[in-house]
């Protein structure tokens, strides 16, 4: 796997359903789990709740727990999403506060990604390489350094009216703001977001389904 992990990373893999999990998503999930188990670089936990019916709520338990069981990293992803079994050591080489995969929106007419740039527009992650810090994130697969943001004041989830945009922002959007305004930096993965799909009618990614 290249870089050798450190043994002293606590990894909490949070996943939240409210419905039945998409075959896709269980190989993407079993695949990580087997890879991190088999090579025991790192301590980590599945963090699995079902029956979700306030994804903030949700959200918020986990990070507590995490504080709580003195997890280092909490690696939060949906249950309609597909990944690279490595995702977590790619994540977690970076050592930054906050960082994500690039996904693509659940949208037949148009390939739109969930992430924004620093002035706000969607960020396209076709044909790029690299870390690139961003504003805002969708947290399909999101890694978070606990340590870095268990200070912040609550709520970390929060779904809000933008009354001058006259539109609803969602907990993740919520999330990744009230990071930044604590101080710390967003990034998204342009390498692993080449892989990362969102299960809809079909998969939808960079390389489609």
Do not use: W
Request: some cysteine; glycine content about 8%.
């Amino acid at each position: 796997m290249g870089k050798k992990m450190d043994k002293k990373i606590k990894l909490g893999i949070a996943v939240l359903s409210g419905r039945d999990h998409n075959p896709r998503f269980v190989k993407s999930l079993l695949d990580l789990v087997m890879v991190l188990a088999v090579e025991q670089k790192i301590t980590f936990c599945v963090m699995l709740r079902t029956n979700v019916g306030c994804l903030s709520a949700g959200r918020q338990l986990v990070m507590d727990q995490a504080i709580e069981r003195g997890f280092t990293h909490l690696l939060y992803i949906d249950d309609d999403m597909t990944f690279l079994p490595t995702v977590a050591y790619d994540l977690l080489k970076h050592s930054v506060p906050v960082v994500a995969l690039n996904a693509v929106r659940k949208d037949p007419s148009k390939q739109i990604f969930c992430a924004r740039d620093m002035d706000g527009e969607p960020l396209s992650s076709i044909n790029k390489s690299g870390l690139q810090e961003v504003t805002r994130c969708g947290m399909g697969v999101m890694l978070v350094d606990v340590q870095a943001v268990k200070d912040m004041p609550k709520p970390y989830f929060e779904v809000v009216y933008n009354r001058y945009r006259k539109a609803y922002i969602s907990e993740d959007y919520f999330f990744c703001d009230h990071v930044r305004a604590n101080g710390h930096a967003i990034f998204v993965d342009h390498d692993a977001s080449q892989y990362v799909g969102h299960v809809g009618d079909f998969t939808y990614g960079i390389n489609g389904d």
